[in-house]
Structure formats: structure tokens, C-alpha cells
């Protein structure tokens, strides 16, 4: 039921009671105070009952109207509460996946800088054991060079020293053999001039005696004497031509040949 003036502006309004006035037809006094009861009632009642009714009217309204208006806000509470679990959702799914991809983009980076490094530092370590091989093969190098020139001292040395020790027993040998050495030599260069026609020897006096007795009388050799000849040495003198088969001039051809001077 609809009011004129609601509950809440009728204090704002002054309205004086309306008394009604009764009208007696010849009742009884009982019939007199039941009007006047009936007065009474009718004065107290039309407020209070508007007011009972408004109240309750509005009371009830608003108790609906509210309980409307909340549905509705926690309809829309729980429709942005859904929505924005799901936005919450698929940032959480977005921020994984960047952090996946950082992941490996850094693990990629990662491996290319440590393989970068690591072929940095392998080169590195190439080139420090190519530079030590290097130095090791120079000085290699240098002791072979060393080393060869030292054994070729070590060569010429020896050389000089078996020569020399060679030159010794020579000596003795002439001192004590001359004569016999003499022989030989003679006998080796008569064989080589087989084709010459007159053939000259000349030796050492303390050899000729013996070497003249070896020989016997051959028409086309002739044995001279001639003290510029060493002992045991002999000097050839022929149409096919001469030799000096002196040993100290053969060992001089020896040494030299052993000295490859």
C-alpha cells in the first residue's frame, strides 16, 4: 500500500487530530459511552495504523532491495574475482614461460660464452705448447749443431791422434826395418812400371846394399844411392814416369786424405 507522506518526512508536518463529532438519537447512556468508545478509537487509530503500515512496508522493501543489491555486488564481486584469477592465471602462465625462455636463452648464452672460453683458452694453450715445441726444436737444433761440430773436433782429433800414433810406429818400424820396407816398396813400384823400359831407384845409402842384393842384375833397373831419400823410402825415376814413394811423403798424402784437407 502506497503513503502519501512517508515515515521518515511525516515528523516535518504538524497535523492536528481530528475530533468527530457525535450525534445521539435518543440512545441510552450505554449506547452513549459506546459512541464515545467508538470516538476514542477512531481518533487513535488512523496515525498509528499509518504508521505500523508504512514501517513495515519500508521495512520489508528495503530488506529486499538490499538483499537484492548485494546479490547483485557479490555476483559482480565473484565475476571480477573470476576474472581476475584467470588474468592472475594467465600471467602466472606468461611469467613461466618468460622464465622458461630466460632460462634458456641464458643457458644458451651460457654455452656459447663457456664454448667461446673454452676454444679461447684451448688456443691459448696450443699456441703456448706450439711456442715451447718451437723453442724445444730450436734448441735441438742448436745442440745437433753443437753436437755435430763437436764430434767432428772429436773426429779430427782422433784423426790426428791415430795419425800421429801411426807416424810413431812408422818411425820405429824405419829405425829397426828400413831395409825390409825399402824391399817392399821397391817390388810394388816395379810392378807398376812393368811397361817402362829403363827404371831408376834411388834409395837411402844404409838401404841401397840390401836393396841391390833383392833385385839382382837387372838390365833395365838401376839401384843409385842418394841420401836425400829417408830410410826405407824409395824415388823412381822412369821413361813411364817418376814416383816418390818415400814414406814420409806417403803419409803426408794419407793424412791429408784423412783430414780431407
Same mark, same amino acid.
Given at each position: ?37 467508538? @470516538?476514542?478509537? =477512531?481518533?487513535?487509530?488512523? #496515525?498509528?495504523? $499509518?504508521? %505500523?503500515?508504512?514501517?513495515?512496508? !519500508? +521495512? &520489508?522493501? *528495503? ?91 772429436? @773426429?779430427?782429433? =782422433?784423426?790426428?791422434?791415430? #795419425?800421429?800414433? $801411426?807416424? %810413431?810406429?812408422?818411425?820405429?818400424? !824405419? +829405425? &829397426?826395418? *828400413? ?83
Amino acid at each position: 500500500m502506497a503513503t502519501v507522506i512517508s515515515s521518515d518526512s511525516i515528523e516535518k508536518h504538524h497535523v492536528d487530530k481530528y475530533n468527530f463529532k457525535v450525534i445521539a438519537f435518543g440512545g441510552s447512556s450505554s449506547n452513549n459511552e459506546e459512541a464515545q468508545e467508538h @470516538k476514542s478509537s =477512531l481518533e487513535e487509530t488512523p #496515525l498509528q495504523q $499509518a504508521k %505500523e503500515i508504512d514501517s513495515s512496508a !519500508l +521495512d &520489508t522493501k *528495503s530488506k529486499e532491495s538490499l538483499i537484492e543489491s548485494l546479490m547483485k555486488k557479490t555476483d559482480e564481486m565473484s565475476s571480477n574475482f573470476i576474472k581476475l584469477q584467470m588474468k592472475l592465471e594467465a600471467k602466472e602462465e606468461e611469467f613461466k614461460e618468460g622464465l622458461q625462455k630466460a632460462k634458456e636463452e641464458a643457458f644458451a648464452e651460457g654455452m656459447k660464452a663457456g664454448k667461446a672460453q673454452a676454444l679461447e683458452e684451448i688456443d691459448k694453450e696450443i699456441n703456448e705448447k706450439l711456442s715451447l715445441f718451437t723453442s724445444s726444436i730450436a734448441k735441438l737444433e742448436s745442440s745437433a749443431a753443437e753436437f755435430e761440430h763437436s764430434l767432428e773436433s772429436l @773426429k779430427n782429433e =782422433l784423426v790426428n791422434a791415430a #795419425l800421429d800414433i $801411426a807416424q %810413431e810406429v812408422i818411425k820405429i818400424e !824405419l +829405425d &829397426t826395418n *828400413s831395409s825390409k820396407v825399402a824391399k817392399v816398396l821397391a817390388d810394388e813400384l816395379i810392378n807398376d812400371l812393368q811397361g817402362a823400359s829403363k827404371v831408376t831407384l834411388k834409395v837411402n845409402p844404409n838401404n841401397h846394399t840390401a836393396i841391390s842384393e833383392h833385385l839382382g842384375q837387372l838390365d833395365h833397373i838401376t839401384v843409385l844411392a842418394d841420401s836425400a831419400v829417408n830410410e826405407g823410402g824409395v824415388i823412381v825415376i822412369s821413361d813411364a814416369g817418376n814416383i816418390d814413394a818415400q814414406i814420409s811423403k806417403r803419409f803426408e798424402r794419407v793424412k791429408k786424405a784423412a783430414l780431407s784437407e
